[in-house]
């Protein structure tokens, strides 16, 4: 067992759809698989996060509580950005589990719905500032279908570190091979004028 291991690394694939979100430790193999949906609730005039995933689902709404669903967009998945943000945290609180002060994890992202046409700037932005703000160490954007191996994140993840993938890398759909993004972080450099 690594030393990274032993310290409490924690290493995850966030996996997300229209109608759930699947969180995938990669050492271990657990998965969580919730539906991004949250209760909200009113207190005091504020808005506070009450509940989400399948609890949200089966409890009875009481006066001033509404249901909303994080991906409740009909062009991208992430429609609530403040929201997704910490339906995020909670999940990854739950994954924690009874860990009195859990490391902060390496996610790796990935968006399965809503991938038409691919993935713009802004989206991949998204899904890394998200994963960011609920408090990731660390972030890689996978597009692609494929779900990818434990070695293929951690040398996607070397890569970055690297700078030699700085933005994403992406997984070529049929053969699940990690893309070095080499020639990426050059023309990044070409059009930022070398600085």
């Known amino acids: 067992m690594s030393l990274r291991r032993l310290l409490g ?3 995850y694939l966030l996996q997300l759809w229209r109608d759930r979100f699947e969180l995938r430790d990669l050492h271990s193999g657990e998965v969580i698989s ?3 949906v949250v209760v909200l609730g009113d207190q005091a005039g504020k808005v506070v996060f ?5 609890e949200a689902l089966s409890m009875a709404l ?3 509580m509404r249901r909303v669903s994080v991906t409740d967009h009909p062009r991208v998945l992430i429609g609530d950005f403040a929201l997704a943000e910490k ?6 609180r739950k994954a924690a589990g009874n860990r009195l002060f859990p490391a902060a994890p390496r996610l790796v992202m990935q968006q399965r719905d809503c991938l038409e046409g691919g993935l713009t700037e802004v989206e991949l932005r998204v899904l890394r500032e998200l994963a960011l703000g609920a408090g990731a160490r660390e972030v890689l ?7 990818p191996s434990l070695q293929q994140v951690e040398q996607a993840f070397a890569d970055q570190r690297k700078g030699t993938g700085k933005r994403a890398s992406s997984l070529v759909s049929g053969v699940v091979t990690l893309v070095v ?11 930022n004028g070398g600085n």
């Open 62 to 64: 009481e006066e001033g």
């Open 181 to 191: 993004l080499a020639a990426f972080a050059v023309a990044v450099l070409l059009r």
């Open 141 to 147: 954007v996978l597009e692609g279908e494929e779900q």
């Open 9 to 11: 690394d924690r290493l």
């Open 34 to 36: 919730e539906p991004p």
């Open 50 to 54: 009450v509940a989400a995933g399948h």
């Open 87 to 92: 339906y995020l945290q909670w999940l990854l």
